[in-house]
């Protein structure tokens, strides 16, 4: 009887050994794993939806080939206790990564982000396109209904009936969960608050709606920036004289309201046509912006250059020729732009 309990008690030992053998040779190997760089150069995407659990998660990464095994990452999150700090959303991994890379990143909600630009000077509808096709999965309907929706624009703080000169030009990222509603606030944000930065002359009596409208204008009417100040300048003393400001870019934004659609040409009807936006039959500036401005001109609106010039004419290669008189204009649209397109037309 003895010598059975003796044999019974090495047998649990023996037992008692080998799983403990066993246990610190699996935690061995977890460790190895979670340490162990796995993966290639080319970018993997993993979407993890709300409520996925971390054996799901594990099939996930596994079957997108950004772990080697399933079980032993399944079992590794499950030994360090994390499988309730796993955040959802959609993750690029670019390897080679360790396992404890990949779980810190999903930990710290490190996203995938999307990115795309809004050059300086475009309209809002020229915008929507350029976001709808970001990849974030934004209706191109909803996106054009936000912007012309009068209710959003003034929730957002925008004194105007759409988001036409808030959308700041600038690159932007956004993760998938982003709503179109979230975009747009950023990028009124990002407005705003370069207007609210910019340096601006006390004597200067424009509002921010009449600002940012200004501020639109100047972005269209020079691609050069030294010249933003300068250009405002005319405008300025134009406002101050009650003279029309005879814009050419508002005369096409006139015409797209009228039209329905975007032409990127003028007639003599169009100069003449009454329109609020048309700065050639209505004195003053127009109701709201034609364009998003970017931070150079919105600083130009606010504190233009001093001067005493009232007139500015094209030299057909982004800068302008500016007079102080009607005179000197009219020698200086007789040069850049009867005789420059005469002769231009006369050498094809």
């Known amino acids: 009887m003895k010598r059975i309990l003796v044999y019974v008690l090495l047998s649990l030992s023996l037992l008692a050994i080998a799983a403990l053998g066993y246990w610190l040779f699996k935690q061995r190997k977890l460790?190895?794993?979670?340490?162990?760089?796995?993966?290639?150069?080319?970018?993997?995407?993993?979407?993890?939806?709300?409520?996925?659990?971390?054996r799901a998660l594990?099939?996930?990464?596994?079957?997108?080939?950004?772990?080697?095994?399933?079980?032993?990452?399944?079992?590794?999150?499950r030994r360090e206790g994390v499988a309730s700090q796993l955040k959802a959303g959609e993750y690029e991994f670019v390897g080679p990564?360790?396992?404890?890379?990949?779980?810190?990143?999903?930990?710290?909600n490190q996203v995938k982000t999307y990115?795309?630009?809004?050059?300086?000077?475009?309209?809002?509808?020229e915008v929507a396109p350029i976001m709808a096709a970001a990849?974030?999965?934004?209706?191109?309907?909803?996106?054009?209904?936000?912007?012309?929706?009068?209710?959003?624009?003034?929730?957002?703080?925008?004194?105007?009936?759409?988001?036409?000169?808030?959308?700041?030009?600038?690159?932007?990222?956004?993760?998938?969960?982003?709503t179109e509603e979230a975009a747009l606030k950023k990028m009124v944000d990002a407005s705003l608050a370069a207007y609210a930065a910019a340096p601006k002359n006390p004597n200067n009596p424009l509002n921010l709606l009449e600002a940012m409208t200004l501020a639109s204008i100047i972005e269209k009417e020079t691609g050069a920036p030294e010249e933003r100040p300068r250009i405002s300048c005319v405008f300025h003393n134009r406002l101050r004289l009650n003279m029309l400001l005879q814009t050419d870019p508002t005369v096409l934004y006139a015409k797209m309201l009228r039209l329905g659609h975007f032409e990127n040409s003028i007639t003599r009807e169009d100069l003449r046509s009454p329109h609020p936006?048309?700065?050639?039959?209505?004195?003053?500036?127009?109701?709201?912006p034609i364009a998003s401005g970017g931070k150079a001109a919105i600083e130009a609106a606010l504190m233009p250059l001093?001067?005493?010039?009232?007139?500015?004419?094209?030299?057909?290669?982004?800068t302008h020729v500016?007079?102080?008189?009607?005179?000197?204009?009219?020698?200086?649209?007789?040069?850049?732009?009867?005789?420059?397109?005469k002769k231009k037309k006369s050498t094809r």
Request: hydrophobic fraction near 35%; charged fraction near 20%; include cysteine.
């Open 31 to 54: 460790t190895e794993f979670s340490q162990t760089p796995f993966g290639n150069e080319q970018p993997k995407s993993v979407l993890i939806q709300r409520g996925t659990g971390p």
């Open 135 to 178: 990849g974030l999965g934004w209706s191109s309907q909803k996106l054009q209904e936000l912007l012309n929706s009068a209710s959003f624009a003034n929730k957002l703080g925008v004194p105007a009936h759409t988001l036409e000169g808030f959308l700041f030009p600038d690159t932007y990222f956004f993760s998938r969960n982003t």
């Open 58 to 77: 594990a099939r996930l990464l596994y079957e997108a080939e950004v772990i080697q095994e399933a079980s032993l990452f399944y079992e590794w999150v």
């Open 306 to 318: 001093e001067c005493k010039e009232l007139y500015f004419v094209s030299r057909n290669d982004g």
């Open 322 to 341: 500016f007079c102080e008189n009607l005179q000197c204009h009219e020698k200086a649209v007789d040069k850049w732009q009867r005789q420059f397109h």
């Open 277 to 288: 936006y048309n700065t050639y039959t209505t004195k003053g500036l127009p109701p709201g």
């Open 97 to 108: 990564l360790t396992p404890a890379q990949i779980t810190q990143q999903i930990i710290n």
């Open 115 to 125: 990115r795309f630009t809004i050059p300086e000077g475009l309209r809002m509808d």
